[in-house]
C-alpha cells in the first residue's frame, strides 16, 4: 500500500483518487478552494464536476497542504493546467527529494512554452515528475469502464511504480519514455476537439468531422516532432486515441465550448455556459506560437486562433480552409516518375 495525495478537487482528481483507494492506497484529496473542501467532505461528490460518483469513505479530504504532501510516496498533481506552476510553487520545502509528482493536467503554458512536467521540474527540481495520459474521460473511469492510458516518465522503474499503482481490471496502464510527445499529444488535441466542436455547431457531418481529426493529428505530429517528439507516440493513446475521445465525446468540455461557438457563442460565452476549465481553450495561442516559432504549417489550430481570439466566423474560417491550395497528402511520399 502506497501513500497517495491527489492535489484538486475536480472531477478528473475524484475519479483517479477512486482508482486508487479501490487498488487499496492510502488515498488523500486536497483541494485549495475551502468551499470546496466542505462540500467534498458533506456530500462525497463533486455534483458539478463530477455528479453521481461517490467519493469512497475511505478517501480523506482536506485543505492542509502541509498535513497530506509531507509522508507521500506519491503525489498526484490534478490542478487545471493554469493552476500547476502556483501549485508547484506552493509545494517548495514540504515534499522529500525525489518525490514522484504525476502530472494529469493537459496544456501548454501560454508565454513559456513549457509542458506540465517541465512546468514541476523547474518549481521543484528535487522531484521525479511524471505524466498521464491518453483516452480517459472522469466520467467513465469513475464508473469502471474499461479504459487504457500512458504514463510517461525519465526513469524506467518510477514508470514501473506509478504503472502498478494505477493498473486494475479497468484501469490499463502502458509506459513509455517519451515525456514530451505524450505532453504535447494531450495538450494539442483539446486545439483540435475545439474545432470538431464548432463543425457540429454549425451543422456539418460526419465527413467533415472525420478529416479534421485525421488533419488535426497530422498537424500535431508535425509540430510534435520539430518540438523533439516520436511519430509513434502521436499515434498512439495519448495522441490519436485521446483526439478520437476528446473530438467525438459527449463528455468533452472542449468539444462542447466549440459546438457553442459554432452557433454563434463568444469564446467568453461558450466558457461560461460549460461552466469549467476548456483547456483548448488556453493552448490555442500556445500551439499556434509554437507553429511559428518552429516553421509547421498549421492551418486548423492557426484558423481555432483566428475564431477564438480575431474574431473570425466560424463558417468563413472553414471556408478558407476548405479552399487552400492544393497539395499531396504526404510530402514525402514519391511519385513514380
Known amino acids: 500500500m502506497s501513500k497517495v495525495t491527489v492535489l484538486g478537487g475536480g472531477g478528473w482528481a475524484i475519479a483517479l483518487a477512486k482508482v486508487l483507494c479501490e487498488n487499496g492506497h492510502d488515498v488523500t484529496i486536497w483541494s485549495a478552494v475551502e468551499r470546496e473542501v466542505e462540500s467534498l467532505k458533506n456530500d462525497r461528490e463533486n455534483k ?48 522529500k527529494d525525489g518525490q514522484i509528482i504525476v502530472d494529469v493536467a493537459k496544456g501548454i503554458e501560454d508565454d513559456t512554452f513549457n509542458t506540465m512536467t517541465e512546468i514541476i521540474a523547474e518549481e521543484l ?22 479504459t487504457s492510458v500512458v504514463i510517461g516518465a525519465k526513469k524506467e522503474d518510477t514508470a514501473e511504480l506509478v504503472q502498478k499503482l494505477f493498473a486494475n ?4 496502464v502502458y509506459r513509455s519514455p517519451d515525456m514530451k510527445s505524450i505532453e504535447l499529444g494531450g495538450s494539442l488535441k483539446n486545439v483540435i476537439a475545439l474545432a470538431a466542436g464548432v463543425i457540429d455547431g454549425l451543422g456539418f457531418g460526419d465527413n467533415t468531422e472525420a478529416a479534421l481529426m485525421t488533419r488535426g493529428i497530422s498537424e500535431i505530429t508535425k509540430l510534435g516532432i520539430e518540438i523533439g517528439g516520436h511519430r509513434r507516440t502521436f499515434y498512439g493513446l495519448s495522441g490519436m486515441g485521446d483526439l478520437i475521445v476528446t473530438c467525438a465525446s459527449k463528455h468533452s468540455r472542449n468539444r462542447r465550448a466549440g459546438v457553442l461557438i459554432g452557433k454563434g457563442y463568444s469564446l467568453d460565452e461558450a466558457i461560461k455556459e460549460v461552466n469549467m476549465v476548456v483547456e483548448g481553450a ?29 474574431g473570425k466566423e466560424p463558417l468563413e474560417a472553414m471556408k478558407e480552409l476548405m479552399n487552400r491550395r492544393l497539395t499531396n497528402e504526404y510530402i514525402d511520399i514519391d511519385w513514380e516518375d
Open 48 to 95: 458539478v464536476s463530477l455528479p453521481g460518483i461517490t467519493i469512497p469513505d475511505e478517501i480523506k479530504i482536506t485543505g492542509d497542504l502541509d498535513e497530506c504532501v509531507g509522508e507521500a510516496d506519491v503525489i498526484i498533481m490534478a490542478v487545471a493546467s493554469s493552476f500547476v506552476r502556483a501549485t508547484a510553487n506552493s509545494l517548495q520545502g514540504k515534499i
Open 125 to 146: 527540481p528535487e522531484s521525479d515528475p511524471v505524466v498521464l495520459s491518453g483516452p480517459s474521460h472522469a466520467e467513465e473511469v469513475g464508473r469502471r469502464i474499461p
Open 169 to 172: 481490471e479497468y484501469f490499463r
Open 282 to 310: 488556453v493552448s490555442a495561442k500556445a500551439a499556434y506560437a509554437l507553429a511559428q516559432k518552429y516553421n509547421v504549417d498549421c492551418p486548423i489550430i492557426e484558423a481555432v486562433n483566428r475564431v477564438l481570439f480575431e
